[in-house]
């Protein structure tokens, strides 16, 4: 893949902050990517690091001042806003947020700002209370309001030695935020997203309304999200005080639960998705008053049923379509909010609680639980921006699962996987070797050419995998086979040229039939060939793997036909017996389906789909949700230690996760590290490694 940042000239605006040291690594790993940096520097940023060390870096003049000499030669700020592909402020101190938010143009920095054509990054740096002064934050949602990109602080150690949050993003993760914008991601192309945001106010007379506390940051971060990724978004919001950003969202403004209603109906009819994110009144006063009510004593208000906006969106559902819910609660959460799901037929629903600090109305942060008909997953509290990137791509996962085309007579058909059959005889002497010529393309055609699901798979779509024969003993007279077969498929990561392996399992016991003139045919409910079962059993385990890869639990009705599969096999032999050891096709299946190892499933999920794809946009956030996901391994491992799943997994990730702990924080690679050194002592060198910084 390309590197996005090639090329790219970028503006670095440095002030005065302890953290400026840290624009020397900026600097370095922008022109590493083939970058051009040029540095505005403030008059108090040289106090902290000098132009001589950064003009060595950039191999360009450092620009602080307005004129460079009494020659009348000055430096053009605007040349500079048309010369930038983007603008990075890092650090930006709260002195200069304000400046930049409230337009005062006193030196070359925030002049250059105010020129600036292209985006604009910002990575505040300030002591933690500073930082949290509701001056500063006023000025950041002003700057996030005019369409900068506000790259939030973390928490830790600063210079005041207290510890909170206000210390700089590291210079790693500001160019993997740059690498992700500029990537375009097209993912939701062409696909139209609903989305309701904000409360409703339901007018008692003309002073006076019942409202809730909703500032609609959550759906609007859902919006810029989805726009992003390139959907064509309509956003109907209730009276919020916030801006949008991307071209690509219509907004619709309305204020009362009638008004939302008949917005929201309408628009859904088209949609391919429905985001309810908003909090509708569920009443509304049954009498307005066209008049101020006077203070006259006691008053009663009779309020009736607003319309369910998610009930009539539940109903109206076309197959095909998406709908998603949230749920505020204050008590039984999960229960709540799991007969809502259900209620309401949404796909699924993510609940949040107002008893979790930071979660829910006025907080930029939330704390989500995602819950679908499979099960849930729990989120721990982030920015609302990471919250949206989250749920869309849970949506953006359902997409991939749903990729049916229906047509006046039916659904299309077709091909899921792209698989390579190859047969080796080495051990085989004195054997006309044209049947197995025959067997090879009779299984690659099976498979192949074989509809195992009624979702249409595009040919650059389908599922890479590969079948390895190796045959022990052929009789000719009978057909009869016995082998060992390699079967291995992977899948693409999100953002990357890089294929991981999902599956990779050596089937020793490997028992069939086949003769030339044998057709290769195979009904589910009716198994009397080994050789198709054996075929069909695999076919529906690598698709059922690579779906739940993709969506949490989203494999489950193709894995069932695969333990269906296992369940008739029986009484014709070949690794399927229950009571063999437990590296045989049966126990391999009727484990990854045992509910008590629900465990292991949502692992796989959240490795892939959460953690690798992650990575390329974001490598310490991608590999803290992997190491998250070895306790999730760690847990299946407890609960049944003769399984060959946890084990066959680390197999199967070695060199991975190798690779991905070279670099890390301690604790995550001391804990990895004994986790898989318990699981599978036999590579306990190379897990003893991880613990060993690069």
């Not at 007379?205 to 909703?214: A, F, H, K, L, T």
């Not at 040229?497 to 045919?521: C, G, H, I, K, P």
């Not at 990575?615 to 003769?642: F, P, Q």
Request: charged content about 25%; some cysteine; overall charge negative.
């Amino acid at each position: 893949m390309a590197n996005p940042l090639s090329g790219k000239h970028f503006v670095l605006g440095i002030t005065g902050s302890i953290a400026a040291y840290k624009a020397c690594t900026l600097i370095r790993l922008l022109i590493k990517q083939g970058a051009e940096v040029q540095v505005v520097i403030t008059p108090s940023g040289k106090e902290f690091i000098t132009p001589i060390t950064l003009s060595a870096l950039t191999s360009k003049p450092v620009i602080s001042e307005f004129f460079s000499g009494r020659d009348g030669s000055w430096h053009s700020h605007v040349a500079l806003g048309q010369w930038a592909d983007a603008m990075i402020v890092a650090p930006c101190t709260a002195s200069t947020l304000g400046k930049m938010a409230n337009g005062v143009a006193d030196n070359m920095l925030v002049t250059t700002y105010m020129a600036m054509k292209a985006p604009v990054f910002i990575a505040p740096a300030m002591d933690l209370d500073m930082f949290a002064h509701p001056v500063t934050q006023r000025n950041i949602d002003i700057l996030g309001s005019f369409g900068n990109i506000i790259i939030e602080p973390k928490e830790g150690e600063l210079a005041s030695k207290l510890v909170g949050r206000g210390r700089m993003e590291e210079p790693e993760n500001i160019v993997a935020v740059l690498e992700k914008y500029f990537t375009k991601d097209d993912s939701l192309s062409k696909k139209k997203i609903l989305i309701t945001a904000g409360p409703t106010h339901e007018r008692i007379d003309p002073v006076r309304y019942i409202g809730n506390d909703s500032t609609g940051k959550m759906g609007f971060a859902l919006a810029e999200e989805c726009a992003g990724r390139g959907a064509d978004v309509t956003l109907v919001a209730g009276p919020v005080s916030l801006k949008t950003c991307n071209p690509g969202i219509r907004r619709i403004d309305v204020t009362t639960a009638s008004q939302m209603y008949d917005a929201t109906v309408t628009e859904f009819k088209d949609s391919d998705v429905a985001i309810l994110c908003a909090a509708v009144a569920d009443f509304t006063p049954d009498v307005t008053s066209d008049e101020k009510i006077k203070r006259k004593g006691d008053m009663t208000l009779h309020l009736v049923p607003t319309r369910d906006i998610a009930a009539s969106v539940g109903e109206m559902k076309k197959p095909g379509q998406i709908t998603v819910g949230f749920a505020l609660e204050t008590n039984d959460e999960s229960v709540n909010a799991a007969g809502k799901l259900k209620k309401k037929n949404f796909d699924f629903i993510v609940l949040n609680s107002l008893r979790d600090d930071g979660a829910g109305f006025g907080h930029d942060t939330n704390k989500v639980t995602i819950i679908d008909r499979n099960g849930s997953t729990e989120y721990p509290l982030k920015h609302k921006k990471d919250v949206a990137r989250d749920i869309i791509d849970r949506i953006s996962a359902l997409l991939c699962c749903m990729l049916l085309l229906l047509l006046p007579f039916g659904r299309i058909r077709a091909q899921e996987l792209n698989a390579r059959v190859s047969i080796n005889t080495s051990k085989i002497s004195g054997t006309d070797k044209h049947v197995f010529d025959e067997l090879q393309t009779a299984l690659t055609d099976f498979i192949n050419l074989r509809s195992w699901t009624e979702y249409k798979f595009a040919p650059q779509e389908r599922i890479s995998c590969s079948f390895i024969i190796t045959v022990n003993s052929y009789e000719a007279s009978s057909g009869a086979f016995e082998c060992e077969m390699m079967v291995q498929s992977n899948r693409p990561v999100f953002g990357s040229s890089y294929n991981t392996t999902v599956f990779n399992f050596l089937d020793r016991e490997v028992m069939f039939n086949y003769t030339e003139q044998d057709r290769l045919e195979f009904t589910e409910t009716n198994i009397d060939n080994n050789l198709t079962a054996i075929f069909a059993f695999y076919s529906y385990l690598i698709i059922g793997l690579d779906f739940d890869t993709m969506s949490e639990n989203g494999g489950t009705g193709l894995l069932h036909h695969a333990e269906n599969i296992a369940a008739n096999a029986q009484s014709i032999g070949g690794g399927w017996r229950s009571f063999d050891n437990n590296q045989n096709k049966y126990s391999i299946i009727t484990d990854y389906m045992n509910g008590n190892l629900a465990s292991f499933r949502k692992m796989q999920y959240e490795y892939h789909r959460l953690g690798l794809d992650d990575m390329s946009s974001n490598v310490e956030r991608g590999r803290a949700v992997i190491t998250e996901c070895m306790d999730l391994l760690n847990e299946t491992y407890h609960t049944k230690s003769t399984s060959i799943l946890p084990i066959l997994f680390t197999e199967i990730k070695h060199d991975e996760l190798v690779n991905i702990y070279s670099r890390g924080q301690d604790k995550e690679r001391e804990s990895v590290s004994d986790i898989l050194r318990a699981i599978n002592p036999s590579f306990s060198n190379d897990w003893e490694a991880i613990k060993k910084p690069r």
